[in-house]
């Protein structure tokens, strides 16, 4: 089942055309990476996808359910905000740079959205959260603030708070970048431990080895166009020079 | 007049003078923020309105809006003025015009809240209102507590402006004393009150301050 | 204009005044408004069946509580000359004199020593007036500088210290200041500046309660309580109502 | 009285103000970046004074803080004044309150400045001066300049109380012709004069503010 | 010849000893990796020997000069404050985070300190500015502001800065610690061009593969205390399981 499908999304900053036409999609357990120089749009095709950004063409699609059509001028129509609402639900975002809200304790963040948004009832938000905490190692940082915790744990708390809404699908961009070298550790094996457990997720990201090891499919991004889309395998033994050139960079 | 006198008058002064500027925080504080709107809004006329208006506020004399807020409806309107309006005109000439005050400080403080935290609130899934009112605001008062602080002080001496509306606070009666007793010592124990009065107020603010401390 | 009809059913008589004119309407020992022309209202009132409130009022606001109606009349050592045809007036109560107040040891004795001096005088007043008119602009001119101060305190202050040479100012005044501070420091000159008259001031054009007053104080003079209230201030040589 | 003698008269006042507001800006910002330094300074004694003196200056009325500046050394000291200290008590006290005012603003922007700042110039070789006037100062006086407008426009108005000492500045002048008229018109035109005085501050400080922007 | 020599430093913050007793000397042309965990106090180190912080005891000696000595009762005592500022011109410090002047152009921050501490005229000052641009690559940004640069070139420019004064051995905090991996590159580059150039250098990183190609000599430092110091041949195939294990975690 296609849990996000993309078709000829366009996207323009005023005159800018940062996204160029893309399509993609993504099945239901398949963990999709993408990768590409700095600037090749690869966190405004994330950010349209979670809807921060409108885009100017194409469809957006959530488990079969139009949030955007493209209509006959070849414009994106968006739902109803009310009816957008509902979708969601249906994906998290987790960010470079966490975003946690520095007023909650680490157990309010993540229980806060589905009481507020969900209605869920206390206990039960309060249950899922410390399923989420264990399984991410944050038992005993329940009452921290978030700025008193490493920024690995801020970017895992930040984990656990997209997850606590119960996700289809998981956005990830480049969730490390913001970290110290060994603080980057702690949240990739979370992300490892997701990908077992059949999350589907989409990951920007510029650890080529991580890429390698976790993706089902990876997309290598310039100039707001697709280049090359493949297995790893494939990627990492592409003729394409462009993209050789690139991951070539950071063997080291 | 002995010194107890004295001081039992200007204790009287003293608590008009702690009515208004209670009045005027209790009213202009809320009122403050919902101008602030105004002053971001996307409807350029409301935008414009609010901004004149604050400028306005900030730019004429404090005494001048009293006479204009008192007066006004009588000379422009030709309403006539019931007595207890005396006292209501000065609240609300303290509160339009600390509002406008406020206004700028709360519009300064959510200009300054990071875009990640809307980005992060409305991917979850929360609505404009629940995003302003549980994420938003909250940082925002943290971080505008010091220039509330500020505002809170300058009321405390701008309460004596009211005499111009003939409410007598404590810095009337401590001129009217000073008239009939031919010194000035009146004055000087006027200001004392007022500076514990500051003190007092700067404490109580430095309290809030450290409860919101709790987080970074 | 006219009176405020209340729910007690008793009628409001408000009179504006300036609360920092001693002998005419202060603040005195206990805190409480007093004053030779408060205590006139008071009388008034009750004769009247009146309920009096005094109100305090700015005077840089005078004008602006009387046309709003916020007050009935100002009444409060208000001098009638140059101002004859903007209030609605009483007959004269008082004839007042502006002086000029000196530091004794200055030793300047009559007006000719002021020349060349700082004379100070309250904003607003009647002494002002005074030294504003036709005739006295040679006297005028004849000062160095003339300085408008805003309470009385502040002038003596000065006089004191010698940053100012002469205060001019009402009469009863300047024997008020000069009884609650060191009397020997400062001198009367002997030569009035101006004579002048106060009456109660009511809105141009409000003849009734005007009428009411004054119908009122003449029987007040008739039965001898004007006088009483007179002497009671030490007014009794400068009341003139009614003459 | 007509209109066109009404606006000289109050022009005239108006320069009055204006050098009020003039003298006391450019003398009390610098005070204020001493009296900052008295502030932040290691020697607690030093601290301790300049706090209270912030304290008192910030906590007690203006008014009374002129009476005090002219009055003072006669009473307390006995101390003969010449005549032209009366406007000089006027800049005085008006520097006094304003430096106070200005210190606590200039400490905000100094503590605000990261140490990595300091520590370059440490590395580098410069010395305390230069690192201060050189590298931290510019940066600060980029980062209070909104709160130095704040406090610009609140002095534009405080000049009228400059009356308690008879100096005769727009706003007295126009209460004055306000008295002999009996009408409140030229009240609205202190206002307007008022408003548009703060315009050209605010924009002045505004141009100022952009100068400083070419850089983040 | 030796430039630094640092013997039996110890430093306390409060009562937290940080560095236990730390002996090291470089020679000139020499470059010295530290490496070792967070907290191990890596960064103390660098900065008692840039003089940002005082030691509490031990010598710090530049080209034989003692800028601190060990006194009898074992407390460092340092030069008068007038003499120390001559240390000041043996050394250069380049942070993790830039901290460059932002309201100086690019040329005034590397033209200022010559001029205003070593009274270099302005037109020599220039021109060494401008070689340095050149080598660094930033010929084209001299009147560019910091904030107009991304962060690689911001930390060349700081790296400018350091050298304008000509010292004789640069210390370098965790230089890429603050970049995006793809702006690393450009940094470490230079820094390759410096070594290849003799400049003598101390650099803590965090940057393996970095350490092991560029350095003379590697030091594993963990709780305030050298552990292992050797040549990168001898560090990378040390059989202390404590320097292998923090070595294997960025093997990836
Ligand atoms: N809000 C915006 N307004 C204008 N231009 C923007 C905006 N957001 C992104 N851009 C531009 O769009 C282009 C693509 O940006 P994007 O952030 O998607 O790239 P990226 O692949 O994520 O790069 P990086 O690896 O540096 O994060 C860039 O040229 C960027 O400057
Ligand atoms: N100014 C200070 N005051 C108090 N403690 C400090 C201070 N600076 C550093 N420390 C403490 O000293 C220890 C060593 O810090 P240091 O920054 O030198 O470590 P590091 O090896 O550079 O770590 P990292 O790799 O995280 O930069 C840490 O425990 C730190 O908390
Ligand atoms: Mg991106
Ligand atoms: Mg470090």
Redesign the interface.
């Known amino acids: 089942m296609k849990i996000l499908e993309i078709n000829h999304m366009k996207k323009s900053f005023d005159k800018l055309e940062v996204i160029k036409d893309i399509s993609l999609s993504v099945n239901e357990g398949e963990v999709l990476s993408i990768i590409g120089p700095s600037g090749s749009g690869k966190s405004t095709v994330l950010r349209c996808a979670a809807m921060l950004e409108k885009m100017n063409s194409g469809d957006l699609i959530y488990l079969g359910e139009y949030a955007a059509h493209n209509n006959t001028e070849g414009k994106s129509v968006y739902m109803a905000k009310k009816e957008l609402r509902r979708f969601h639900k249906y994906y998290g975002l987790v960010f470079q740079n966490f975003n946690l809200f520095p007023h909650y304790t680490v157990l309010k963040n993540i229980t806060d959205a589905p009481m507020t948004v969900d209605k869920v009832s206390k206990k039960e938000a309060e249950e899922r959260a410390m399923v989420l905490l264990k399984k991410l190692g944050l038992e005993d940082k329940k009452e921290a603030y978030p700025y008193q915790l490493s920024g690995g744990q801020q970017q895992r708390v930040s984990i656990a708070r997209a997850l606590a809404l119960q996700p289809k699908i998981l956005f990830f961009d480049e969730p490390t970048s913001a970290l110290d070298p060994e603080l980057t550790g702690e949240v990739l094996k979370v992300i490892k431990e997701l990908a077992k457990e059949k999350m589907t997720m989409i990951i920007v990201t510029h650890e080529m080895q991580f890429a390698k090891e976790l993706s089902d499919r990876i997309i290598f991004m310039e100039n707001g166009k697709i280049q090359e889309e493949g297995t790893p395998e494939q990627i990492f033994s592409t003729e394409n020079t462009r993209v050789k050139d690139f991951i070539g960079k950071f063997a080291g | 007049?002995?010194i107890a006198?004295m001081f039992?008058?200007l204790g009287?002064g003293f608590i008009t003078t702690v009515e208004i500027f209670m009045l005027t925080l209790i009213f202009s504080l809320p009122l403050g923020l919902i101008i602030s709107f105004g002053r971001m809004s996307k409807n350029c006329i409301l935008r414009t309105i609010t901004k004149f208006y604050i400028?306005?506020m900030?730019?004429?004399?404090?005494?001048?809006q009293l006479?204009v807020v008192?007066?006004g409806p009588?000379?422009v309107f030709g309403l006539?003025?019931s007595?207890s309006y005396?006292f209501i005109a000065v609240i609300l000439a303290f509160v339009l015009n600390y509002a406008a005050y406020f206004a700028e400080i709360y519009r300064?403080g959510i200009e300054s809240m990071?875009k990640?935290?809307y980005?992060?609130a409305?991917?979850?899934?929360?609505?404009k209102g629940?995003t302003f009112f549980?994420?938003i605001l909250?940082?925002v008062i943290?971080r505008v507590m010091?220039s509330i602080t500020n505002e809170t002080?300058?009321l405390v001496?701008d309460t004596?402006l009211a005499?111009?509306?003939?409410i007598?606070e404590m810095?009337?009666?401590a001129?009217?004393?000073?008239?009939?007793?031919?010194?000035?010592m009146p004055?000087?124990v006027?200001?004392l009150f007022?500076?514990i009065f500051?003190?007092a107020v700067?404490l109580g603010m430095e309290l809030i301050e450290r409860k919101l401390n709790?987080?970074? | 204009g006219g009176k405020k009809q209340q729910g007690s059913g008793k009628e409001k008589f408000i009179v504006g005044f300036d609360a920092e004119f001693e002998p005419y309407g202060f603040k005195n020992e206990k805190g409480e408004y007093v004053g030779f022309d408060l205590d006139l209202a008071q009388e008034v009132s009750n004769r009247n069946n009146w309920e009096l409130v005094k109100q305090p009022i700015d005077w840089d606001v005078k004008d602006m509580e009387l046309s709003s109606g916020a007050i009935d009349c100002i009444w409060n050592g208000f001098t009638i000359n140059d101002r004859e045809d903007k209030y609605t007036w009483s007959s004269p109560y008082v004839n007042n004199s502006q002086v000029f107040v000196t530091a004794s040891a200055s030793g300047i004795k009559d007006q000719a020593g002021l020349a060349g001096k700082i004379v100070a005088v309250q904003k607003d007043s009647s002494a002002l007036a005074a030294l504003n008119s036709e005739e006295n602009k040679q006297l005028k001119d004849s000062f160095s500088k003339l300085l408008e101060f805003s309470d009385y305190n502040t002038a003596f202050m000065e006089l004191e210290m010698g940053t100012v040479d002469g205060v001019a100012m009402d009469i009863g005044v300047a024997k008020a200041q000069m009884s609650s501070r060191n009397q020997e420091q400062f001198i009367i000159l002997d030569e009035f500046l101006s004579g002048e008259q106060y009456g109660v001031g009511f809105l141009l054009g409000n003849e009734e309660l005007r009428d009411a007053v004054e119908k009122t104080l003449m029987e007040m003079l008739e039965d001898g309580t004007f006088m009483e209230i007179a002497r009671k201030w030490d007014l009794q040589d400068s009341v003139c109502l009614g003459e």
Not at chain 2, 58 to 64: H, I, Q
Not at chain 2, 163 to 166: A, C, E, I, T
């Open positions: 007049m002995n006198v039992l008058e009287k400028s306005v900030r730019g004429t004399p404090l005494m001048l006479i008192y007066f009588f000379y006539q003025l007595r005396r300064s990071p990640g935290q980005e992060a409305k991917v979850l899934g929360y609505t629940q549980k994420i909250p940082q943290k010091p002080i300058t001496k004596s005499f111009v509306l003939s007598v810095f009337t009666t001129k009217q004393i000073a008239a009939s007793e031919t010194t000035i004055l000087m006027a200001g007022y500076y500051n003190l700067a709790y987080y970074r």
